[in-house]
């Protein structure tokens, strides 16, 4: 069997020398375990093509072109492409190069590579038999965490890309700061301040940046229904696609709002979805599993009291706040409160909710990697004296649960930060913190 015309032209196009595109640097780092597949997922459209074309770009400045290569199978004359040409595409790299085989470790991205069924096999031979570092992304379903892990026998390493973080946001204009917040002069200062307001409406998604409201909408929207349709119905044979698209939406139109499978089951009947309770449970975790929300727990040893309690919910992405609230309505609390749950993502820590015996509730209580634990609390309008006095409330009841737990209050601007901070409570402009270098807390 020849290598597939196309194949051929998609490697000779990779050894051809060629301008480095201009991409925005992300600041994702693969995890460095040897002799592990590195698989890049996370929501569509949220940069995973883009973040693997930076890493061949910092491969290929240390090492000759030969060394570092891409291969997209995005491609609709690769459709039906059998297993055996991946092996193929091998064997035609290695005839070019046999100086390189068992002697130079080589580096392969290969993006969208689900689309060749049966592609595990060739990565795992690949990995056991050759000196090639493999990187693989794809945007469907078929490459979620579990399904990474299972497929690849514990081979697997996943390295998650999300939306633009507001440093990066920042960065894609040319605006990240060089300096500590402390050293801003005032003119910078107003302008992060202007930038954050903008990303807490339009979010982080590259192709949304810099577009007028009405076409962030739309675009945002079709990338919801494109996850739906394609890493929802098409891939778990969803029949009721009335009720899940009615269950994105109020997923999406009330972040931080809180998830029971009962609540949920009752008000789809109420909607006119006869729907059953546990196909309600299986189209909430698919959503979860597209990347497209997330669900935080309560705060709790207990698995029991985590278990019966709801979860919060939050989108992948605040810009998707304002594409799917029909009221119109610029909600920067829950923006701000997304985009901080969001962060804490990306800093692999590990997150509950808190409510305390008083009824008083805490956003966050946080578990670092690097160790240290924190309460963080967000507030976009402390102004109102009632309001930072619950806020603060809240932190103090928290803390006697929590002792060890630091009390972090984040508030929108450095106007609202208060004259007299609370004792032992550390207040903050969320986008201070957002562009903090150290993760641990």
């Not at 409201?213 to 739906?228: F, H, I, N, S």
């Not at 809240?394 to 930060?417: F, G, I, N, Y």
Request: glycine share 6%; hydrophobic share 40%; aromatic share 8%.
């Amino acid at each position: 069997m020849p290598l597939h015309p196309v194949l051929l032209e998609k490697l000779n196009a990779a050894l051809a020398p060629a301008p480095t595109p201009r991409l925005t640097r992300r600041d994702v780092r693969l995890p460095a375990v040897p002799g592990k597949v590195h698989a890049v997922i996370g929501m569509r459209r949220a940069g995973k093509t883009t973040f693997l074309l930076q890493l061949l770009t910092e491969r290929r400045a240390s090492l000759p072109p030969e060394r570092a290569l891409f291969v997209s199978f995005d491609d609709d004359r690769l459709a039906e492409l059998p297993l055996e040409q991946l092996g193929l595409l091998l064997e035609e790299y290695y005839r070019r190069f046999p100086e390189l085989r068992g002697r130079e470790e080589v580096h392969w991205f290969l993006d969208e590579i689900q689309l060749v069924p049966g592609w595990e096999r060739f990565v795992r031979r690949v990995i056991d038999s050759e000196l090639v570092e493999i990187t693989v992304s794809g945007s469907s379903a078929r490459m979620l965490s579990r399904e990474v892990h299972t497929s690849l026998r514990g081979r697997g390493m996943e390295t998650v890309i999300r939306p633009f973080s507001f440093r990066e946001f920042l960065r894609h204009r040319g605006e990240e700061p060089e300096k500590e917040p402390a050293r801003w002069t005032s003119a910078e200062r107003s302008l992060v301040e202007k930038r954050f307001r903008e990303y807490l409406m339009e979010g982080g998604f590259p192709e949304a940046q810099g577009l007028t409201p009405a076409l962030r909408v739309e675009l945002l929207q079709g990338y919801v229904d494109t996850v739906l349709f394609r890493d929802v119905v098409e891939r778990y044979g969803v029949s009721q696609v009335a009720a899940l698209r009615w269950l994105t939406r109020q997923c999406l139109r009330n972040p931080a709002g809180a998830f029971s499978v009962h609540r949920l089951h009752r008000d789809l009947k109420a909607q006119g979805h006869g729907v059953a309770k546990d196909a309600a449970h299986a189209m909430f975790g698919h959503l979860l599993d597209a990347f497209l929300i997330s669900a935080v727990p309560l705060a709790t040893d207990s698995e029991r009291r985590r278990n019966s309690n709801p979860r919060k919910v939050y989108p992948v992405d605040a810009g998707l706040i304002g594409a799917f609230d029909a009221a119109g309505r610029a909600n920067l609390g829950h923006a701000l409160e997304t985009v901080v749950w969001n962060e804490l993502e990306r800093r692999k820590a590990r997150v509950g909710y808190v409510k305390t015996g008083e009824g008083y509730e805490v956003d966050f209580h946080v578990r670092y990697l690097a160790g240290g634990e924190e309460l963080v609390q967000v507030c976009a309008d402390p102004s109102d004296p009632a309001t930072m006095e619950r806020e603060l409330r809240a932190l103090e009841d928290a803390a006697r649960e929590h002792r060890r737990a630091k009390r972090r209050l984040l508030v929108l601007t450095r106007d609202q930060v208060p004259a007299i901070t609370a004792p032992g409570v550390f207040v903050q402009p969320a986008y201070e913190w957002l562009l903090a270098e150290s993760f641990h807390g």
